[in-house]
T-cell receptor, first 112, second 114 residues
Framework: ETGVTQSPTHLIKTRGQQVTLRCSSQ?????VSWYQQALGQGPQFIFQ???????GRGNFPPRFSGLQFPNYSSELNVNALELDDSALYLC???????????FGPGTRLTVL | AQKITQTQPGMFVQEKEAVTLDCTYD???????LFWYKQPSSGEMIFLIY??????QNATEGRYSLNFQKARKSANLVISASQLGDSAMYFC???????????FGTGTRLTVIP
């Protein structure tokens, strides 16, 4: 059974640019949740996708957007990058929106 | 208000000893779930153990057990027979009824000493 995978592993961008992060869910999982983890902090919920629809959102501005595809993989897009967007971005998949979430290895984004 | 509080920024334990990592939570929801995750330096969050608020018994998974005291709103993680590979950040998290997201604490860094 393949676990949650994320790409890329690391990314460096400059302020104002746009970035797309990718996540493949674990086999049999139809729900993907995205979290941002700043240095020294616990992860913070960005949003969740269930059956290709946004199914809950945390306190993040609209420049954070996402997609889920028919195979349940997902993308996180961030527009107009700011220095504070530098963080580890974690994707988690689950069998349904309220089931245990299993995380991928994360994408470390650095904004210069 | 903080939903999850982890008051121990760092803990040290001798190899083969047991260690308790503290977690207190705050919710008015009668139904909720509590989780512990391990995050090694590689960054991946590894699910360890789950406790439902209505579960009568404390959860156990191998060397991990959860000391759940509902009246005190605490859900401490106990790791028995510590191993060098247990050195990592440990996060306590909660999900309330109807919520899809996890609320995480700030974590405890555990270091296992040989």
């Amino acid at each position: 059974e393949t676990g949650v995978t994320q790409s890329p592993t690391h990314l460096i961008k400059t302020r104002g640019q746009q970035v797309t992060l990718r996540c493949s869910s674990q086999s049999g999982h139809n729900t993907v949740s995205w979290y941002q983890q700043a240095l020294g902090q616990g992860p913070q919920f960005i949003f969740q996708y269930y059956r290709e629809e946004e199914n809950g959102r945390g306190n993040f501005p609209p420049r954070f957007s996402g997609l889920q595809f028919p195979n349940y993989s997902s993308e996180l897009n961030v527009n107009a990058l700011e220095l504070d967007d530098s963080a580890l971005y974690l994707c988690a998949s689950s069998q349904d929106p309220t089931d245990t979430q299993y995380f991928g290895p994360g994408t470390r984004l650095t904004v210069l | 208000a903080q939903k999850i509080t982890q008051t121990q920024p760092g803990m040290f334990v001798q190899e083969k000893e047991a260690v308790t990592l503290d977690c207190t939570y705050d919710t008015s929801d009668p139904s909720y779930g509590l989780f512990w995750y391990k995050q090694p330096s590689s960054g991946e969050m590894i699910f360890l153990i789950y406790q439902g608020s209505y579960d009568q018994q404390n959860a156990t998974e191998g060397r991990y057990s959860l000391n759940f005291q509902k009246a005190r709103k605490s859900a401490n993680l106990v790791i028995s027979a510590s191993q060098l590979g247990d050195s990592a950040m440990y996060f306590c998290a909660m999900r309330e009824t109807g919520a899809n997201n996890l609320f995480f604490g700030t974590g405890t860094r555990l270091t296992v000493i040989p």
